[in-house]
Each structure stands twice: as C-alpha cells, then as structure tokens.
C-alpha cells in the first residue's frame, strides 16, 4: 500500500461516513408528520404576487393565506418552514410528509383527490390573458387568430387553449417568468394561464402599466390547500381556518395587498365557500 | 500525436496572411457584438434597473451564493461517489468472473441508457416515501444520486477503455511475475488506465457540476433554478439567465483549472512509455483522456 | 398506466424525440469535425475560435442556451426561422443541440487525432503531402476510428439531451411527460415508461458504438 492509495481509501471511507452520518440523522429528527414545534408548508418561490421569496422574506396570497391558517394552527409566523413546491412534485411532497400544507395555486381536481386530500377552496382562479397594456387588440380567446400565445410546457392552461382555439400559434416555455419576458420584449402577444398569475406579474413594479389582464377567464380553477389524505382532522381545522379568513376581513385584505395593484378584482363565486371536509 | 508535425512552421508571408485573417475576424466580432449590444439595448435588457439588482447584497446572499452553494456541495458529493462507482464497476467489467463482467456491463449500460433527471425522480421518490434520509436531505441525496449512477457509469467505461488502451505487454508482464489476474490489474494495469483518463475525469466534473441544474425538477435548489427565482422577483429574467450563465462558466473553468493542477501533479510521477515503445499507451491515454467529457449527458 | 398508454399519443412524442436527435447529430458531427479541424489547424486565429467556442458552450447549461435561442435569438435579435412558433422553435432546438455537442464532439475527434502515433503524421509530411493532404488522408480517417467510443458516448447524450428542448415547447418526450404528469397523478409509473422508452432508444446504440469501437479499432 503506498500513500496515495491510502490517501484514496481514506478519503472515500470519509464520503461515506459522511453519508452514513447524514442517514442517522433522520432517525431522531421528526420527519414532517405531526407535533414538533414548526411546520412545514410548500409554496412557489418564483410566482410573483403568489408565493415570491423577495430577498429573506416570502410574500404573495398563497404566503399570507398559508401564515393565517398556520397562526389558526397554532404556529406563529417563525415557526413556518417554507419548502419549494414545484407543480410536478406537490403531491410526493404531500403523501411522502415532507410538507404537512401546500398552498400554492394548486388547483383541486378530482385526479389529486385520489392521492391527496384538500382544503379550500379559497380562492376561485380562472384561466384568462396577459398582454400589454397599449394592445387593445386583444380581447379574450377568440381574438387570438394571428397573435402570438406563450404559456407553460404542458400546464393545463397550456391544454385548455389549444382545445379552445385550434390552430393557436403557441409558443411554450419551462415558467411563466419567461413568457412574461418574452410578453414584455414583444416575442409573443399574450401570456395565458390562471388571472391570479396573471394579476401577480402585472402588479409587479417593474411591469406596472406596462402588462393589464383582460378580465375574460375562461376556466374555473378552484384553489385548495393540499393536505395527507384522510387527515380529517387537520383538514376540518383548516377549513375552520379558510372559513374566519374569509369572513374576518383578511382574504380582502390578502388579495387586495398581492393583486390589487394591477386593478384585479377576483371573478365571480368569490369569495367562495370552502367545501366540507370528508 | 502533437499537431505541429501536421504543418511546417508558418513563413513570413503565411504569418502576414494569419494576421490580416485575424484582423478582419476580430472587426467581423466587434461588429456582431455591436448588432447584439444595440438590440438588446432596444429591447430594454440593458437597463439600469434590470441590472442593478446584481449589486445589491440581497441578490447574493438570498439567491446566487446559495445557488452556487447547492450546485458546489451536489457536484463535489457526486464526483467523488462517481469516481468511486466508476473505478469498481470499470473493474468489474474487466473481471475474469464471467458472472460479475455480466452484471456489471448490465449495470453499466442501463445507467447510462436512463436519462438523470428520471433517475432522479426515482431517487427523490424512494427516499421521500422510505424515510431513507432527513427530509430536508432527500432533493440533494436524491440529486448526487442521480448523478452518481449517470457518471459513475460514464467513468466505468472510461476506466474499461483505458485499461483496454494499455499494451498488451503491460499486462502479461504483470502475469509473468507471478501476479495474479487480480493484483495485476490492481497494481499495474488500473493505476496507469486513472492516470490517462484524469482529463476525461475533469471533463465529466464540468457535466456533474451543469447536471446539478436538473435537480429543480425535485426541489434541489442550485444556481439555476435560484437566477429564476432572482428573475422572478426582479422582473429580469434575461439578465438573470445571463449572470448565471457567466457564474456556470467561471465556476466550470475554476474546477477544470484546479483539477488540471492535480493532473499536472499526477503526471509528473512515474515513468511514461516512450512514443516509439508504447505508441498503443499514448493512445489510451488519449482515446480516454483527450476526450474531456465526450460522454456527457450535461442538461443544465 | 394502461390508460396513459392509450390517452396519450407517447409514440409521436418519442418520435419528435427521434427526429430531434438524428437532425442534432448530423449538425452536432458536422460541426464538431470542423470545429476539431480548426483546433490542429495552422492558422492562430482558427485555433482561438475552436478553443474558445469549446470553452464556451461546454461550460454553459443547455437549458439555458435553449432557452436564449428563443428569449434572445428569436425575440430580441429577431432571427425567427419561421413565422410559425412550432416550426421556429423546433428549428432552434436543432440548432442548439447541434452547437451544444458539437464541442463534445470536437473534443471526442480530438482524441481521436491524439490516438494516431505522431510517426503517421511525419511520414504523410515527409512524403510530401500538405496539411490538408495529410489530414484529410491519413490523420482524419485514423483518428475517426479512434474517436468512435467517444462520440458514440456523445449521441447517446445527445438524445437524452433532445429532452431539454421541451423547455421551449417542442412537444418531444419529455414535453408529453410534463403533460402527463400535470393531468395524472400515478407519477411513477409515468417515469417509468418514459425511462423504458429511452433505454430502448439509447442502449442498443451504446452496445452498438462498443462493439463497432472494438471491431474497427486500428490495431498497432
């Protein structure tokens, strides 16, 4: 055995106890399900007027809506733990105990009821269009004949149009920041997907006057606030929770803080009734 | 095989022609990067505001010195587990045991057949339901996991190729002592194969460190997915992707210099073949080493 | 998963797949080959292009040069391939997969030239043969042979690569999986017949360039 063989040996002894040690660790620790003195909520880091990681602090509706229902929980602002939730893995990070709510414009359909359970709704979204403020062109989906559309790769916005306008001249990126980039630089004539994304953009300083939403949804997208499934008694909790946000003022006030600045005034069924919990 | 035999020294008036060539490709430059400069001017890119955030404490301490962090710390972990994984399934694919050359080729081969970012959803998705780690390990050790089977393989090959490379003499020499199948492989045959796959080495490294980026997918946090962030709440995106783009290849050449040091250092060591002994040596070091990441999957 | 099978059209997406990889290939070797020419070449300033393109593309993610070829190409430097999105971004998806791998590929070929005894060279310039002469018929056609395990590696890949323009909105493999996934919840089962998919499409080739690697090897 010379040194450096040695030196090699040793080193990679070192990774794995390292990663041995990292394992251990999980033991002890409380893995996400119930007690402990925090809690763990999945939101969006990058939907502006949403869930928005601004510098340390989070802002956004689905934050403010997320920290009242937490406080109604019994955890003070600082106990929050905020996990990214990207759309594809908000129901692992549900059924798997690593977040214990999602709040971050997660629609509820009947296929997530299948592996998740929800809360809410809490807000009635619809899908509708972003274009610039100076195009008075566009009006709702029938005039998108000839325009330029942007949306998300796969995103059932993405789905819904192409059914509704056939023959659409879509463009499709990997997030909503980028079609409002490519909005904003004339690439494209209209952004589509859910008014409150939409509104979120538009109400960003950067982009004030310059983006307006049409005001036409054409979809119904109710939001829920995703929970483990079964989980009655967290579910009823939380609705109890949705249900004094609404009738307290705060939802107004949420929505008015994180929307209101683009002129936004949520469509019809809102505020909504939070469905019973089964 | 240096590429000065392929021509003679260049005369006094091919000198002239290279420089006049120079000349006007350097014009033809300046004159791209000025068309560029101006459209991105008109479209708004370069302003003030969409680029002041970069020097703001908050831009890099809230997203790009954590991106950076995530994209070292998942690079860094994955390298050595890859090496680790690359070096005993290269051995195994060259072992005497038929059944252990079987089911490491099978190995070898699926890993590199299955795109990263699946295997990382299968990683993140068997820990997450398993409790394999801590919660807020599983996105990183499912992301160094992915990573490690994908390059890990790779560098199996590359050891398979290397020792192949390597003269036939080399190894019947080994026997011929006495040596085992074994003890000549480990001792001879492997220690000269990882020496002449190190810049094959380095390559795969810059694949792992832009690979990292796939991690979004599963909640990893890395350097790209934090410049979204940081265009998100910014309102300049463009400008975002651009920063990160630089900091990838700062962060690319700063891990290829460092590891070019290190195999500046290896090198020196022992004695190397003589071109007219071992031209067969020159080539495995080069046919797995002078292809810095020829396999690379590099997504980013 | 039977009703993914049968809802969703996964054979035209990994055709998209298909199609993809192949034009990126040709454009990725084609390029490559030149790109490797440049980097031996007598001219200092071809040798400076090849280095610094290789450095640059190498290093920088493919995500993000997709998704400048739409942003920046095609929005702000106006150079649209097509007035019809589809077809646009289809296009630059060739076109980025070709200038991303074909600096994998310069390298691989570049090896492949590192593989051929310096005595080869010497003996095409001693009989007279100029650079072009000697490159193109003794170094190149060795080099080839010796570069195969390498650029094999590198089409390999490149069609695993192909999955990142889906980042654009070429409705490819991993476009249709996005889809998937966002309409179903059965996640891993959708994983798994896109991860099957592409081991059919990559692993016979990777035995393939092994093989052929082995059988064309210049035997010295």
Redesign the interface.
Known sequence: MNPRRIAAAAMAAGVAAGLAACGSDDGSSDSGSGGGSSIKIGIKFDQPGLGLKEGSEYTGMDVDVAKYVAKKLGYSDDKIQWVQAPSAQRETLISTGQVKLVVATYSITDERKEKVGFAGPYFIAGQDLLVRSDDTSITGPDSLKGKKLCSVTGSTSAQNVKKKVPGVNLQEFGTYSECVAALASKGVDALTTDNTILAGYAAQDQYKGKLKVVGQPFSEERYGIGLKKGDTDLCTKVTDAVKSMISDGSWQKFVDDNLGPAGFKPGAGNPPTPDACS | MSATVLFDAPGPRARMRHRILTGVGLLIAVGIAYVVLRKLGDAGQLAAEKWKPFVTKDAWTQYLLPGIWGTVKAAVISIVLAAVFGTVFGMGRLSDNRGIRWVSGVVVEFFRAVPVLIMMYFAFNLYARNNVFAVELNPLMAVVTGLTLYNGSVLAELVRSGVHGLPAGQREAGLSIGLTQGQTLRSILLPQALRAMLPALIGQCVVVLKDSALGYGITYAELLSWSKTLGSAYANTIPAYMAAAVLFILMNFALTFVARKVEARLGRRGVRPTPAAGTAVLGADAAAGGNPAGPSTAQG | MGDILSNYDILGAFWMTIKLSVLGTVGALVLGTVLAVM???????LRA?GTSYV??F???????LM??S???M?????MSLSD???TN?FRWAVIVLSV?HAA??C??V?????????????AA?SIGL??GQ??TQV?LPQAVR??I???G??I??LI??S??A????VSDA????????????G??GV?LI??VG??I???PL??AFTAM?RRLAVR?
């Open positions: 980097r031996v070449s007598p001219v200092t300033t292009i450095n640059v190498r290093n920088t993610p493919l995500t993000l998704v400048a739409i942003l920046g095609t929005y702000i430097l106006g019809d999105q589809q971004i991303y994998f590929i390298e691989a570049r090896s492949g030239f590192n593989t051929v005894p310096v005595g080869q060279a010497e310039r100029s650079f000697s490159l170094i010796g570069s395990a390498p650029v590696s590198t390999i890949a695993k690569n999955t990142v889906s980042v654009i909105g991993a476009g249709m999986m996005a889809t998937i996934v966002e309409n179903e919840t996640t891993f994983f896109f991860a592409f081991v499409l990559t692993l990777g035995m690697s010295r």
